[in-house]
Each structure stands twice: as structure tokens, then as C-alpha cells.
């Protein structure tokens, strides 16, 4: 199979953007990849997930046909010693405090709670724990924590591990349930000693990293690859990965204080008494997305069933991005996602689809690869016409030997074609033909 690469990623190593990103966002994410000296694509996909987990379901998007709520599952490769775990724990510093604090308060409460149980007043309220952040778990305490919780944050350093039971038993259920929690649709757990569970919305994001060398034993089995659980995950591969030398540079009180700062604000905000509970997807914004959607469209009628998955689920991402963009932006009160913020959002789109492509030619190296669909006369003609830009339809006919109305029925048939840069506009020779919609790149 061959893989599309953009321009963009051919004039230098593949990198996710942050220069669609507010001057304070920029300035947070550089303080931290230059402090850690790690690649700065680690500290700005951690920065989203902490504000993905940090929001919730308090704010979703709507484009007018579905809501979108904004969880994220990150799978950070880079080689062991890379310097990418530590700088993400610190990243997510503030949500682990706070997590911490509301164990304090809940251990609290568990104390009046027993004193008022022991002195006879049987109808107590049970305290629960406001669990933002869970480590690896177990299946049953991820989905305690989220049916108590209205949104759960799952930290993994060691990918690889979480995963290692469910590529083992795929047959238990927990893929699906996963694949499930990650669009965001309810869920239902049935117990046997116990009544059915049912989840509303379950919002879970997870981050965690992995190595190149095991990417395969950890993602590369046939249930993985074809069951959509790996097209899921964005991953934060890059090219660059400069060694972890020791170095005296540190990240600065500022920096870090402004980041708590954020995030501990953005745990405070009230978003539904300041009237931003909706990010509406409209106008500009719309047809930029309607653009790339279709785009996306085009490239799966290329693109093997992996790819293609890869490609659908990048159609739903990128709303999910650019309403943390929104976020990250500081625009108290504005409820419309901005056309720059989803222009940006795409950009970073491209460099999770480099990724994706990378994962899997990692995947597949070494298996059998199926056999080539063998290309149809009819296609062959319309790229062999394309590629040539023959004066007339009439004279590359006559070249051929065939007649013109079926060259026409070509062109006619793969003009889609043209949006691969073979050719921008096709030539003419009689009135019909004139009738055609041109397509540019």
C-alpha cells in the first residue's frame, strides 16, 4: 500500500504544531519541553489531555447534526529513556494534587459518616470519592470510578502493561467496552450477584507511553488492528527524539504556578452559569470542517480497511481537538468554535495521521501482505490521461485505440483522480465536455 504524505511533513521531521495556540499556551508548553529537555510533542498532547480531563462533560461541541464530548487516548512512542514519562506526570501535576485533596476530603467525610452511623442515624449519605485521575486498574475499579465520577482520567506510564491482559483474553469484553467508552455511549455491566449497571456517557480519557520496539506486542494483534480499538488512540510519534542528557535547566516557578493556576481554574469554572456549555461548530468554521471531512472521504477510497478506520475516526477527532483549542484560547463567554482554531486542529490532524501511518507500517512489517487488487482498463486510462495532458480527448483516443465517448466515461469515472496532483484541470474538445465541473487541488 502506498501512503499518502503531505507536503508539510516532507520539508522537515514530522512535529505537531503549536502555533495555532494562544501566547500563554505556547509559552507553558515551551517552558516545560525546554525544562525536561524532551520533545515538545509530549508536553503539548499531555496539555490537552489534562484539559480534556480537567472539563469533563460540562462542554461539548455541535455541528448542527452531533454533540461531541472532548476525551482523548494518547499513546505518547518514543524508546525507553526518552524523557517522556516524567514531564507528562508533571504536566497533569495539578489534576493529581487535586485528586489527592479530594481524597483527603473524602477520607474526611468517611470519618463524620461512620460517627454518625455509629450513633444510630442509619440514613447517613454515603460519601463518595470525587475521583478525577486513576492509575492502571483493573476493568471493575475503571468502572467503579466511573460510575461515580462524571469524568476519569487514566494514567498509564506503561501502555504496554494496561493492554497486556485484554491482547491476551480479547474475548472478555473489555475492547468493546472500551471502543464504547471512547464514543462516549452508554454502557451497561452485568453482574452476577449483583443487579445491571448501567453508565450514562461514561467519559474517560488515558495517556500513557510505549516504545517503538514493543509497539507490535502491544497493539499489533489481528483483534487490535481490525476491531477499530487501535484507530482510537492518537499517537505522538515523532521523528526527533534527541537523547536525554543530563542538563541543569529546570522549569521555571512562573511557568509551573501558571499552569496549576489554569487548570485549577478550569476545575472551579461554572460553565453552565456563564453560558458556554455548547461549542457550536458553525459558518466558516463549518465549511472548514466540511472541507477536511471530505477529503477524508476521498482518501479511504485509496486506503486499505486500517487506514480507512484511521481516517473515519480522525473525522470525530478533530472536533474533539479543536474544542480544547477553544478552551486553551481563554475566550470566556464565546460559545462558537473559531474558523483558525479548526484551520489549526486539521493541521495537527495531519501530523496524527503521519503518526498513525508510521504505527502501522511498524504493525505490519514482517506479516504476509495481502495481494494488490489489480488496477481495472478503465482506471489505468484515466491515470495514464491525467498524468500525460494529451491535447484533446479525441487524440489520446486515436493514440489508444479507443473511441473518445470512452475516454470520456474514464474521466468521468475516476475524476477524483485529479485531487491526487496528477492533474488540476481537464482538457476539452467538444461542448459536452465543456459542461464538466472542474476540480482543483
Known amino acids: 500500500m502506498k501512503l499518502a504524505i503531505d507536503d508539510n511533513t516532507l520539508a522537515g521531521t514530522l512535529s505537531l504544531p503549536i502555533d495555532g495556540l494562544s501566547s500563554e499556551a505556547q509559552t507553558i508548553i515551551q517552558g516545560y519541553a525546554d525544562?525536561?529537555?524532551c520533545n515538545r510533542d509530549f508536553i503539548t498532547a499531555s496539555v490537552f489531555t489534562?484539559?480534556?480531563?480537567?472539563?469533563?462533560?460540562?462542554?461539548?461541541?455541535?455541528?448542527?447534526?452531533?454533540?461531541?464530548?472532548?476525551?482523548?487516548?494518547?499513546?505518547?512512542?518514543?524508546?525507553?529513556?526518552?524523557?517522556?514519562?516524567?514531564?507528562?506526570?508533571?504536566?497533569?501535576?495539578?489534576?493529581?494534587?487535586?485528586?489527592?485533596?479530594?481524597?483527603?476530603?473524602?477520607?474526611?467525610?468517611?470519618?463524620?459518616?461512620?460517627?454518625?452511623?455509629?450513633?444510630?442515624?442509619?440514613?447517613?449519605?454515603?460519601?463518595?470519592?470525587?475521583?478525577?485521575?486513576?492509575?492502571?486498574?483493573?476493568?471493575?475499579?475503571?468502572?467503579?470510578?466511573?460510575?461515580?465520577?462524571?469524568?476519569?482520567?487514566l494514567v498509564s506510564d506503561e501502555i504496554a502493561t494496561m493492554l497486556y491482559n485484554m491482547n491476551r483474553y480479547n474475548k472478555s469484553g473489555e475492547v468493546p467496552q472500551l471502543i464504547s467508552i471512547?464514543?462516549?455511549?452508554?454502557?451497561?455491566?452485568?453482574?452476577?450477584?449483583?443487579?445491571?449497571?448501567?453508565?450514562?456517557?461514561?467519559?474517560?480519557?488515558?495517556?500513557?507511553?510505549?516504545?517503538?520496539?514493543?509497539?507490535?506486542?502491544?497493539?499489533?494483534?489481528?483483534?487490535?488492528?481490525?476491531?477499530?480499538?487501535?484507530?482510537?488512540?492518537?499517537?505522538?510519534?515523532?521523528?526527533?527524539?534527541?537523547?536525554?542528557?543530563?542538563?541543569?535547566?529546570?522549569?521555571?516557578?512562573?511557568?509551573?504556578?501558571?499552569?496549576?493556576?489554569?487548570?485549577?481554574?478550569?476545575?472551579?469554572?461554572?460553565?453552565?452559569?456563564?453560558?458556554?456549555?455548547?461549542?457550536?461548530?458553525?459558518?466558516?468554521?463549518?465549511?472548514?470542517?466540511?472541507?477536511y471531512y471530505d477529503k477524508l472521504q476521498l482518501k479511504k477510497t485509496d486506503a486499505c480497511g486500517y487506514m480507512a478506520s484511521v481516517y473515519a475516526k480522525l473525522q470525530i477527532m478533530v472536533q474533539r481537538w479543536a474544542g480544547i483549542v477553544h478552551i486553551l484560547g481563554n475566550n470566556p463567554g464565546m460559545s462558537r468554535i473559531l474558523p483558525e482554531e479548526m484551520e489549526y486542529s486539521i493541521r495537527c490532524m495531519d501530523y496524527f495521521e503521519r503518526c498513525a501511518e508510521k504505527v502501522y507500517m511498524k504493525l505490519t512489517e514482517g506479516k504476509k501482505q495481502l495481494e494488490a487488487k489489480p488496477m481495472g482498463n478503465e482506471e489505468m486510462i484515466a491515470r495514464v490521461y491525467y498524468a500525460n495532458n494529451p491535447k484533446s480527448q479525441q487524440a489520446f483516443a486515436d493514440a489508444i485505440g479507443v473511441s473518445r465517448p470512452f475516454v470520456s466515461k474514464c474521466l468521468k469515472k475516476y475524476e477524483r483522480l485529479r485531487g491526487y496532483g496528477l492533474r488540476d484541470v481537464l482538457d476539452i474538445d467538444n461542448e459536452e465536455d465543456i459542461k464538466e465541473k472542474t476540480v482543483t487541488t
Open 35 to 37: 525544562g525536561y529537555q
Open 50 to 153: 489534562a484539559v480534556s480531563a480537567t472539563i469533563g462533560k460540562r462542554i461539548y461541541s455541535d455541528d448542527g447534526r452531533y454533540k461531541n464530548y472532548f476525551p482523548l487516548f494518547i499513546c505518547l512512542v518514543a524508546p525507553s529513556g526518552s524523557n517522556k514519562t516524567t514531564p507528562m506526570r508533571e504536566i497533569l501535576r495539578p489534576l493529581i494534587n487535586r485528586n489527592a485533596s479530594n481524597y483527603d476530603s473524602f477520607q474526611e467525610a468517611m470519618k463524620k459518616y461512620n460517627a454518625e452511623v455509629k450513633a444510630g442515624n442509619e440514613n447517613a449519605d454515603i460519601p463518595k470519592f470525587k475521583q478525577l485521575v486513576i492509575s492502571d486498574s483493573t476493568p471493575e475499579s475503571r468502572v467503579k470510578a466511573l460510575s461515580e465520577n462524571p469524568n476519569v482520567l
Open 182 to 291: 471512547w464514543s462516549v455511549d452508554d454502557i451497561i455491566i452485568n453482574r452476577k450477584s449483583e443487579t445491571a449497571l448501567l453508565i450514562k456517557e461514561p467519559c474517560l480519557s488515558i495517556i500513557g507511553g510505549t516504545q517503538p520496539d514493543v509497539l507490535t506486542d502491544t497493539f499489533g494483534s489481528d483483534y487490535f488492528m481490525s476491531s477499530g480499538f487501535n484507530q482510537r488512540w492518537m499517537f505522538v510519534y515523532p521523528d526527533d527524539i534527541p537523547p536525554a542528557m543530563y542538563s541543569k535547566s529546570k522549569v521555571s516557578k512562573e511557568i509551573s504556578d501558571s499552569w496549576s493556576e489554569y487548570i485549577n481554574g478550569l476545575l472551579d469554572f461554572d460553565f453552565g452559569n456563564n453560558g458556554i456549555g455548547t461549542l457550536y461548530i458553525m459558518d466558516e468554521a463549518k465549511q472548514t470542517y466540511i472541507d
